[in-house]
Each structure stands twice: as C-alpha cells, then as structure tokens.
C-alpha cells in the first residue's frame, strides 16, 4: 500500500521528518518496507526552457534543442515531436539517473552532433506512459526550480505491508489516526457540504437487493451536467504518486476517495442504466458478462452480480462492465457505494482470477458505515471539478443493519498481561484515539467497550490490549535483564512427545506425518461431526480432520503401491471436531481440539529374520504393542473392552480403551469397507488414543518397590460362569474380595463344552497372594480363597468348578 507523506498531513499535523514517521508506524505494525523520496529520485533534474529549436543537420527526425536550466544553456539533441521553443519541460543534467529505466544520463555525440543532457517524456520520468512526446509543464514553471520541488512538493512515498487484520489502514485516512493516536493529534475528517438541487434520488433511482448476506447494504447517489475531461494536475499528481494512472475526472474521483477513506467506489453511466434500477442478486450457473478489461467472464452461483433492469452491469465488488462504462459522452453518473459481504468478494475473485484494488479491500472488510459519508464525498468532489448537479438525498438500502462489537474491557489486565503499569487514563485515552466508544460500568475497573465498524480485528479484551501497547509504545516496556527462576516442580509436560517418539523408535515404528486438512469422505467413518475449511484450496483439503487413521491409510495406500508392504507406522497429531446440533456454530466452546497418537500395523511380523518364523501382523500383536506403550507411562490399570459405535465405522470388533470408565482409545482390525474406499487389500490394524492420557500419568521421577521378603503363594481358581459375565466382571470382583493379600490376577483358559452345559463357560484364573509383613499360614490363604469364591457365588452366580 503506497502513502503518501504530503497527502497525509490533511488529516492530521506532522511536525516529524518522514524518517521519524517511517520509524514509528513500523513500531506499531505498519510495516514500511520502503521509502521513496521524490527529492532525492529527481535530484537532478530541474526546470528547463527549450530556447531554440532547430533541425538536426545529419538526421531527418531528430532536432537540436537550446535548453536553459535557469543558469546555463545546454545544446541537446531530441526525437520528440512535439518539442518547441519557448516550452517548459524537464531537463536531466548530464550525470542524472532516469527513474524509469535506471540509465545514466551521459554528454554523448549524436550524428555529430554533441548532445549534453535530456529532455523528459512521461515514460521516462516514471509519471506516466507516453513516451512519444516531451512531458509540457505549465508557463508558471521556473527554470531553474527543482522538478521534484516544482511538481511534487517534494513528496515522499511509504510502501506499507498492511497486514490482513488492518483493512483499514488501506488508506490515508486510517493511517492518519494510528499517527494522530500516537502522537495525541486530532484527525481530520473531510467536511463533505453537498449542494443539492432538482429531483429527489429516490424519484429516478430504485435498488433492490436480492441477497443481502451477500450484500448488506448499498448506496446510489447521481450527479448530472457534468463533462468527462481530464482531473485537475494536483488530483492526477497525488494519484500518480502513489502508483493510479489518471484516466478521466469521474473514474480519478473515484480512485481519489477510494485512497482516502479505503472505500472502493464504482461509476456508472447512468444513462446506460436500463429502467432507472439497480438490482444486486447472485448470478445464474454459466452466466457471462463482459468485464472493464474486455474479457468475457464465466460466472457460478456463487458470484455476485450487479444488474439493471436487463442484464448485468458489474461484477459486485470486483470490477465493472463494458457496458455502463463512463465514456467521453457520459453526463449523467451514478455513484455506487456499497458493503460487500467480504467472503462473497473473496471467493468471485478467487474463481475468476481476478484481483482489483477494490477487491482487495472488500474481502478484507471496509466500513459498512462509512458507505454514505463516501458517497457524499465523491459526488462533492466531482460537483466542485465540474459544476454538475447532485440530485438530493441518495438511495440507502441497508436491510440488515450490522451491529457494532462490545468488548468488555478490565483495566487492571493490561499490567497483568504486558507487566507494566499504564494509568486507566492513559488507556482510555489510547483507545478513544483510536475510535473506540469507552463506556464505565457498575463494575470497578471494568468499561464496556464499542468497537468502531473499520476495526474489524477487534474481537475481544486481548486485541485491545495489544492495541493498547501498540500505541503506548513497545519500546517503554522494560528490558529485564534477570529474572528469578524455580527448580522445583518442573513442568515436565512438554516432554511427552519426545518419551513416545522414543519408545515407538526402540520398538521399531516410523513416524509419519500427515495433512490436517482431509476431504470430506475421509471423515465419515469416524462419526464426529468435523470443522469444514473456508475456501479450501482444493476438494482434498475441504475438513479438518476428526482422528488420524484416516490420514495414515492414505500413507499405507501410497507405501503398498510401491511395493514397501510391512509397515510400523505412528503418527502425533492434533484432532478437531465440532459439536453436531442444526443452525450455524457461533461460540468456541463448540469447537474441540485435541492431540492424539495413532498406530498402525500391517504386513509381516518378521521379513527379515532367517531365525524367526513369518507370519503377518494379527489383533494381538497391536495389543501387545498399545498394552507396553500404556505400561511404559505406568498405566497398567487400564481396561480393554469391546466398543459398540454405530456412528464409528474405522474398525471391525473395535476393542475400547477405558481408564476410570471413560473411553481414551480404541484398536482394532480396520474394517473391510473402509480398507476398499482406500483401495487397500491387506489387513491393516489400526490404534488410536488420546496423548492426553500419557500426559496425565507421565512422570519422571521413578518410584521402585522392595524385592518382597517373604514368598508369594499362588493358587489357580476355575469358575463356570453364564456366557454373557465378563472378564472384567470376575477380576474385579476377586480383587475386590481378595485384599489385601491379592497381587496379580491372571487370566489363562476358557471352556465351553457339554460337560458344562449350554451358555456356560469355564474361565480359569491364577492368584498370586503376598503379604510384605510376613509368611503367610495356610488358614490366611484358605480364608481369603474362600472369600473369593463366596463373591463370585453371591456376585456373579459361579460355581467353583471341582
């Protein structure tokens, strides 16, 4: 974004060099990337006047030209047409670098004929595109004067890099008051006096706005009697400056204001408006309209149009048509100054590969409320260039009015956040420069702050902390050179991902690393609800993703194609969801992140060793891996049930991950079906589970037990029990009624079989009882079997199987 430093100080009182200014408004975030100081690009060029003009004597179309630079004369030869005497013109000193092309100006012999500097074009003074003929200044010009004195009143150009948050510094008005805020000046705002005369805006004009999520809001204001030439040569001088090539006075007054305030503008003949009606309604699938640069665009239903009673006249927010373009002939212009919607702009631009200064600032959002005051501008500007006549009143469709932000602001957090401390004056102060409305409330400490339309950043209490300190300056936060640092409870969190990568090398797993951004289909399997991707690059990147086996399948696929078929693979990773209810998501408590780890078997356990015997990765090879992963982070009272999930579909007979009775995990074989949507004929067994689990429980500081003293005792124990009691059921009832002389519970056979009856089963365990204090006696392990086997009975009605 070029700003101009002249153009600047209409709106608010420099008293700093531009170096001071280029400084500051990088402390704040306005990045000045580059300086340009007409003063030192045009050092040596000055004011001339071509005394004598006379034929070149060894060439047809070149003359010898007499030039006065105030001082001395100077004999130069040109080709330009259009040279005559008594002309003021630009004149490059021999020894002067031309801006357009880099070139030193050198005294050298043409056709014999010594020629001792250069008389500017346009081109070559980088101020224009003519080349043809010399750049003509006006009789007022003085030889001898600086040209960058004369023409540009020494003026400086900042190349700024707006970042996307700031919309409104994409223009002079709104780097204006970030400078005004930094240095506790006024800004000035433009007065805009309309005349008015004649009809009323409203008897010649109707707009109807047919979509206004898209559009919300529109304004047309006229002006008739006006006669297209060119702007005045300080509107054309302020617009080249900054990089707009003048083009006529409507189209300049727009491109003017635009710089102004950062409120794009667009013209229209209005004579060429069929029906008097503007009409703002998407476009129809395949429609064409033929844009300002004469290409014909193919349109989607998704692009905004803007029409008239007949047929579409621009494409909203992006460029205008061929057909309402103001012409030499035009007398009658209608204003548009309107919001639109900027993912509407961002998405017509992006299809049709179309980027315009106006497009650029929609889709980063302007002013829905400073759409009028333009508009009012412009006609101004246009009505004062052109004595033309401005209809009274203007047409303002604003069906859906957008209400402004509150924040609620609480004084005392900003020394809490940037640790210093700034007077709640001070804060006030910055905030109300900046155009934000600080209301007090019953609260101590605490105002209630509303945000200004053109900030669009503003969200929420840190941003106006930043903003607070961006001000302020944070050059005045202190440096601390020292500072204190506690050796005890260190937070050895962050260390999880290092203790898993290191465990998953020594057991021979790759890391892989996938795409946080999957297609949609991916994310059907796992039955959450996923964030979808604004404008996604493409239809692979259109969710985020809702777990990691999706991802990782991608990278099996990919790996078998190649013929790489036994694969270890993991992969940490962040997964997102949102909570599934109909209507739109509006708070961040609906949307879930987490980290997670995945794991993933397939092919053959041992390809490799001549010594062992091959065999492909089974259910219980995963099991084995997920059970020593869990007991390397001490996690050995975990319990491993079957899931059911009608919604989750990754796994065939998905066995559950639970600590505490809540689901952490799962592994399992990948299903069938989702094994064919990734064109994958091998099993593959899949694992996933919350890293938060390992977090909790992960510790470094060891504890280790005592070698018992006394020996343990162990006795095996068979129950018939019904078909549907668990597992789980039977170990935790025998450690329940065993202690606190039980150990270890293994479990170690099943029967079924008619000696047992129909719907029983045989579930045969191993106890091992010890006691640290002495050797246990043989009433002590009588006694506690006994227990156990009563439980059982009482509990789960097993009977001890003789």
């Known amino acids: 974004m070029n700003i101009s430093f002249n153009w600047l100080q209409d709106y608010v009182k420099i008293q700093e060099s531009y170096y001071e200014i280029a400084d500051r408004l990088t402390m704040i975030g306005l990045e000045v990337e580059s300086v340009r100081s007409t003063k030192e690009i045009y050092k040596d060029f000055v004011v001339g006047k071509v005394c004598d003009v006379r034929q070149h004597p060894n060439a047809d179309r070149l003359t010898v030209c007499e030039v006065s630079d105030g001082k001395t004369k100077h004999t130069v030869v040109c080709g330009a047409r259009n040279v005559a005497a008594g002309q003021k013109i630009v004149f490059a000193r021999v020894g002067s670098v031309v801006p357009s092309n880099g070139m030193k100006v050198r005294a050298v012999e043409i056709r014999g004929q010594l020629s001792s500097g250069m008389i500017c074009s346009e081109y070559e003074l980088d101020i224009g595109d003519d080349h043809e003929g010399i750049f003509v200044l006006s009789d007022d010009a003085k030889p001898g004067d600086l040209f960058s004195q004369y023409y540009w009143d020494d003026d400086v150009v900042f190349e700024i890099g707006i970042t996307p948050n700031r919309p409104d510094c994409l223009s002079h008005i709104g780097v204006a008051r970030d400078i005004a805020a930094i240095y506790k000046r006024q800004l000035r705002i433009p007065e805009i006096p309309v005349k008015e005369s004649g009809k009323s805006v409203k008897s010649l004009l109707s707009i109807d706005i047919k979509d206004a999520d898209h559009c919300p809001r529109y304004v047309g204001r006229i002006i008739d009697g006006i006669k297209i030439g060119p702007s005045p040569d300080w509107m054309q001088r302020r617009l080249k400056m900054i990089g707009i090539r ?143 006549n401005v209809y009274r009143g203007r047409v303002d469709i604003y069906p859906n009015k957008i209400k402004p932000v509150r924040v609620s602001f609480r004084s005392n957090q900003v020394e809490r956040v940037l640790g210093i401390s700034i007077s709640a004056v001070t804060v006030k102060g910055i905030l109300k420069r900046l155009g934000v409305e600080v209301k007090e409330t019953q609260k101590r400490n605490e105002w209630r702050c509303v945000i200004p339309a053109y900030r669009p950043d503003l969200e929420r209490e840190i941003d106006l902390i930043e903003e607070v300190v961006r001000i302020y300056g944070y050059d005045k936060i202190p440096v601390q050179e020292r500072a204190s640092i506690r050796f005890i409870e260190d937070d050895v969190r962050p260390g999880i991902q290092d203790r898993i990568r290191e465990w998953f090398v020594g057991a021979g797993f790759n890391e892989i690393v996938c795409n946080s951004m999957v297609p949609g289909n991916c994310n059907a399997f796992t039955g959450r609800t996923a964030v979808q991707v604004n404008n996604p690059q493409n239809q692979d990147m259109t969710d985020l993703r809702t777990s990691l086996i999706p991802g990782m399948l991608n990278v099996v696929r990919h790996n078998l194609n190649r013929g790489n078929e036994n694969l270890r693979l ?36 041992n390809p490799d060793d001549w010594s062992l015997k091959d065999a492909e990765f089974d259910f219980f090879d995963l099991k084995g891996e997920v059970e020593s992963l869990l007991g390397k982070f001490s996690l050995d009272n975990i319990e491993y049930n079957i899931y059911h999930s009608t919604s989750n579909t990754l796994i065939d007979d998905t066995i559950g991950i639970e600590y505490q009775g809540v689901l952490r995990g799962y592994f399992g074989k990948a299903s069938n079906d989702v094994l064919k949507s990734f064109d994958i004929e091998n099993k593959v067994y899949v694992a996933e589970m919350d890293v938060a689990l390992l977090r909790e429980f ?94 059982v009975e009482q509990n789960l009605g097993g009977v001890l199987r003789s």
């Open 698 to 791: 992960f510790r470094v500081e060891k504890k280790y037990n005592e070698v018992p003293k006394y020996p343990p005792v162990h006795r095996d124990l068979a129950f018939i029990l019904d078909e549907a009691v668990s597992y789980r059921n039977l170990e935790r009832i025998i450690r329940e009624n065993g202690r606190p002389l039980i150990q270890k519970v293994s479990f170690f056979d099943v029967y079924r079989g008619e000696k047992i009856g129909s719907g029983k089963k045989s579930v045969a365990v191993a106890l091992e009882l010890l006691s640290n204090e002495k050797t246990l006696t043989q009433p002590e392990i009588d006694n506690t079997v006994a227990q156990i086997v009563r439980a």
């Open 246 to 388: 003048p083009i006529n006075i409507v189209v300049d007054v727009t491109n003017y204001v635009m710089m102004e305030y950062g409120q794009p503008l667009h013209a229209f003949d209005f004579n060429l408006i069929d029906g008097n009606k503007i009409i703002v309604r998407l476009a129809n699938d395949g429609e064409t309209f033929v844009t300002l640069d004469e290409k014909e665009r193919k349109l989607t239903n998704n692009n905004l149009l803007i029409c008239d009673a007949k047929r579409p006249v621009a494409i909203a927010g992006v460029m205008g048509g061929l057909n309402s373009e103001i012409n030499n002939g035009t007398t009658s212009v209608l204003i548009e100054s309107a919001y639109f919607a900027p993912f509407s702009v961002r998405r017509t631009s992006r299809h049709l590969g179309l980027v315009s200064e106006s497009s650029y600032r929609f889709e980063r959002g302007v002013d829905p409320l400073q759409t009028a005051d333009v508009a009012d501008r412009a006609v101004r500007l246009m009505q004062q260039l052109t004595g033309g």
């Open 570 to 605: 993991y992969e940490i990773g962040h997964i997102f969801s949102r909570d599934a209810f109909h209507g739109s998501t509006n708070y961040i408590n609906d949307y879930h992140e987490g980290e997670s780890l995945g794991i993933i078997l397939t092919g053959s356990r």
